[in-house]
């Protein structure tokens, strides 16, 4: 098989961008190259065309593993699945004196993976090569992730919180169609009807999604307004989020049927949250215990003192501080911590010794009277 181009390459990103940073990447190349904005150049459309078929790939979170994984399997270095076949033969235009192969990943199973047509039917074929308009049914729609940022003590003790979010949904205009109001339809002269383009390569015919009509096989005499032809919109949705009692940042929730709505009348997609808790003025957070760091005069520290501290719930505890208390110790407030499940962490109250920074003339004579007094050096 010959090499295939490495979709991180093409759109510009490394293999450890985020999802946005790839989403940022195709919006900005797609702009450029895309066909309509540069008529004069004719190597923009297939420019256009890796583009769209990396952004297939990698902005499916799924599909994205799953062409991780074959890559570090060696699936795209020039051997990888040569020997396997799947499908019809056929002279190829890409054929080196030979047959060539439409294969089918459709029955893989690697590394338990699971079936890997989703992926490679858009990379390399998936079986027999269609001849009338593909027609779209019902999907699923998009799983949007984001990230919350929530205050330390909503994260301790749990709570709502909302979030704003961009989806892709179904065009309400064109219901997806990417036709305007009163245009028809008619058949994609890029892929002929097929939803996907073919080309020889290597002793392989390869099958992708058409990029102009986005697998459809069908495109509008007219684009529709609202979404210029692609189906499909981008809109704002709040949504308030209950917040478990205990998360931490890195903490992770899905809320099934709050992401896009789906295509053809297909179920919602999901929403996935990661929590990043924000820092408190007053605690600390150490496994489900809480730290509190309480300042002292030296007058408290050396004579001893009664002291009153919030616990997390707004209840105020008191704590005996003995005589002669160093900076740093700590006071341990049994089940005033964060609870998580059955489990609860405790309130740690550790102390901070505050020395004036400037003295009295009065001050000043008596302190070092008492140094003087209790033999202390200064």
């Known amino acids: 098989m010959a090499q295939t181009k490495d979709f991180y390459s093409v759109l510009g990103v490394g293999s450890s961008a985020s999802q946005d940073e790839i989403k940022k990447a195709y919006r900005k190349l797609a702009k450029k190259h895309h066909p309509d904005a540069n008529a004069a150049d004719p190597k923009a459309a297939e420019r256009f065309k890796e583009i769209s078929e990396a952004n297939n790939v990698l902005g499916d979170p799924e599909k994205r593993k799953q062409y991780d994984e074959m890559r570090r399997l060696g699936a795209f270095d020039g051997g990888g699945f040569g020997g396997f076949g799947g499908g019809r033969s056929s002279r190829g235009a890409g054929a080196r004196g030979g047959t060539s192969q439409t294969i089918n990943f459709q029955d893989f199973d690697i590394g ?91 002793g392989f015919a390869v099958n992708r999604t058409c990029p102009v009509c986005l697998g459809r096989g069908q495109v509008p005499t007219e684009p529709c307004p609202t979404c210029h032809g692609s189906g499909e919109v981008r809109v704002k949705r709040r949504v308030l989020i209950n917040v478990p009692a205990g998360v931490d940042t890195g903490s992770k929730i899905r809320l099934k049927g709050q992401g896009g709505k789906g295509p053809q009348n297909g179920p919602p997609g999901d929403l996935i949250i990661t929590f990043n808790v924000l820092p408190d003025k007053f605690y600390k957070r150490d496994g489900l215990d809480v730290i509190a760091t309480v300042p002292l005069n030296i007058a408290q520290a050396t004579l001893g003192t009664k002291i009153s501290v919030r616990t997390l719930d707004g209840k105020k505890v008191a704590i005996k501080i003995p005589p002669g208390t160093p900076s740093g110790k700590r006071f341990r407030v049994r089940g005033q911590g964060i609870q998580k499940g059955d489990k609860k962490g405790d309130l740690i109250v550790e102390v901070s010794i505050q020395v004036p920074e400037k003295l009295s003339e009065e001050q000043e004579r008596m302190m070092k009277e008492f140094a003087e007094s209790g033999g202390l050096k200064y």
């Open 112 to 202: 338990g993976l699971g079936g890997l047509g989703d992926l490679f039917s858009s990379m390399f074929g998936g079986g027999e090569e269609r001849t009338t308009s593909r027609q779209r049914g019902p999907e699923k729609g998009q799983t949007v992730e984001a990230t919350l940022d929530i205050p330390f003590r909503t994260a301790a003790r749990g709570g709502k919180v909302p979030i704003e979010l961009e989806v892709s949904e179904e065009c309400p205009t064109c219901h997806g169609s990417g036709a305007a109001p009163g245009a028809s339809l008619k058949i994609c002269p890029e892929c002929n009807g097929r939803g996907v383009i073919s080309f020889g390569q290597g």
